[in-house]
């Protein structure tokens, strides 16, 4: 099974940036979706992104669309989060997870990672 680990998050005003990296070992991403979900204490983990490794299709939740981008290297078995006009709202600990298809990794992901914490102040 893949491992993956979220790096990048951090505290940033609101307006401001920044980019999330989830890196994997164990085996590549090829033909998985890889994406993204979010969690604040007390609420379910909601989808944020998730992109088709071999195809780079992508899919956003309607809170982040058009201020987020979701991306890959392939090379370096990566995939990016760039995270932009960035909201209070959008404080939570973000995870980087893998699924099967673009269709099921939005409800059920097969592998989570240990989450980064972005933090959005006002």
């Known amino acids: 099974q893949v491992h993956l680990v979220e790096t990048g998050g951090g505290l940033v005003q609101a307006g401001g940036s920044l980019r999330l990296s989830c890196a994997a070992s164990g085996r590549t991403f090829s033909n998985k979706a890889i994406g993204w979900f979010r969690q604040v204490p007390g609420k379910e983990r909601e989808f944020v992104a998730a992109i088709s490794w071999s195809f780079g299709v992508t899919h956003y939740s309607d809170s982040v669309k058009g201020r987020f981008t979701i991306s890959r290297d392939n090379a370096n078995n990566t995939v990016f989060l760039q995270m932009a006009s960035l909201k209070p709202d959008d404080t939570a600990l973000y995870y980087c997870?893998?699924?099967?298809?673009?269709?099921?990794?939005?409800?059920?992901?097969?592998?989570w990672g240990q989450g980064t914490q972005v933090t959005v102040s006002s």
């Open positions: 997870v893998e699924g099967g298809t673009l269709r099921s990794i939005t409800a059920h992901p097969d592998v």
